[in-house]
């Protein structure tokens, strides 16, 4: 089964800045939402941001001003900039892509904000 492979994370300083992309090969991918998730340890689930097939991005309290979602349906990719993070940013980002009642998640990527 196909699924979307994050990539961009890493370690960052506070107020710094990364790029999340999100990879979907093998989906038709004009067709989908992309949802961004993270999950820090011990804590729950946390939606962040939606880019949907057609319309507006749509965002966590915790991400406005600070996060930008977009996506380039020609190469099948979506991203997330993220602009100065906070050290509760700090969490494994994944990447869900979603269309009717099927969601496909990828592996995630690892963003760690420290100084």
């Known amino acids: 089964q196909a699924q979307p492979v994050e990539s961009g994370g890493g370690l960052v300083q506070p107020g710094g800045s990364l790029r999340l992309s999100c990879k979907a090969s093998?989906?038709?991918?004009?067709?989908?939402?992309v949802i961004w998730f993270r999950q820090a340890p011990g804590k729950e689930r946390e939606w962040v941001a939606t880019i949907p097939s057609d319309g507006n991005p749509a965002y966590a309290d915790s991400a406005k001003g600070r996060f930008t979602g977009s996506r380039t349906d020609a190469e099948n990719m979506a991203f997330l900039q993220m602009n100065s993070l906070k050290p509760e940013d700090a969490a494994i980002y994944y990447c869900?892509?979603?269309?009717?009642?099927?969601?496909?998640r990828g592996q995630g990527t690892q963003v760690t904000v420290s100084s």
């Open positions: 093998g989906f038709e991918f004009r067709f989908f939402s």
């Open positions: 869900v892509l979603r269309r009717g009642g099927n969601d496909y």
